[in-house]
């Protein structure tokens, strides 16, 4: 069996500063002594922040693991301001692709995300693919699908979880693939989405902001 992933989009917050303190409060999860075999844990921060929380992460023996929050679609080269996965994969293991933020405001294409996703698995970055609808295409070797409704993302109205299930069912239906949901998911709605039979973890953006609401989002999914 697959175990729980929760990943945490940290979006575009966070300077130096910010991301010490969040970590500091992070770091109260050790104290805690989970029980963690059966979740894993996937921290995404700016590309800002990637090397300090690499940083911290390793030498305070905290094991989670990191996540970009978006990738160049091209290789190295002449492309001025990208990051490309060789780059992210110094640090990180995951890398999300497809958020609908990215696909409205920077006008991601379908072609697009189809190149950030082979230049992804090139280096060995695992891609996470976020569809907004149970009908949108999937790149073909993607083996994690979140499905974030826009309607729920920020809003604090999470979708159903019985509709995320059904949703993700369909998903699976058509794709060789775990699926996550995502949007508005906090400490207390956690438990009722990644109970259903279909879905295998949950993304969460703003609640994990908040350090010590991500820890207990940790603790009760
Ligand atoms: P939210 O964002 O948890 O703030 O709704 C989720 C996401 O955008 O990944």
Redesign the pocket.
């Known amino acids: 069996m697959n175990k729980c992933l929760i990943v945490a989009?940290l979006k575009s917050y966070q300077n130096e500063t910010e991301a010490k303190n969040w970590l500091e409060s992070f770091q109260k999860i050790k104290e805690l002594n989970l029980d963690l075999t059966q979740k894993e844990i996937v921290i995404c921060p700016a590309f800002t922040e990637l090397f300090s929380f690499f940083s911290f992460f390793s030498s305070n023996n905290i094991t989670v693991r990191l996540g970009a929050q978006n990738v160049s679609p091209f290789d190295e080269g002449p492309y001025t301001g990208e990051v490309n996965a060789k780059q992210v994969k110094d640090f990180a293991e995951y890398v999300l692709i497809g958020?609908s933020e990215r696909r409205q405001n920077f006008a991601e294409t379908d072609d697009m995300l189809i190149k950030k996703v082979a230049m992804a698995l090139k280096y060995g970055l695992n891609p996470i693919f976020l569809v907004q609808t149970q009908g949108e295409l999937v790149p073909q070797d993607v083996q994690v699908v979140a499905y974030?409704p826009v309607a729920?993302?920020?809003t604090g109205t999470p979708d159903t979880p019985e509709n995320a299930d059904a949703v993700a069912a369909v998903i699976k239906s058509k794709n060789n693939v775990q699926v996550l949901y995502?949007?508005?998911?906090t400490a207390e709605n956690v438990k009722s989405f990644t109970a259903k039979a279909n879905i295998d973890g949950v993304?969460?953006?703003?609640?994990s902001l908040d350090a010590e609401e991500l820890i207990k989002i940790i603790q009760n999914a």
């Open positions: 989009n958020h974030e729920a993302i920020g995502g949007g508005s998911v993304i969460i953006g703003g609640a």
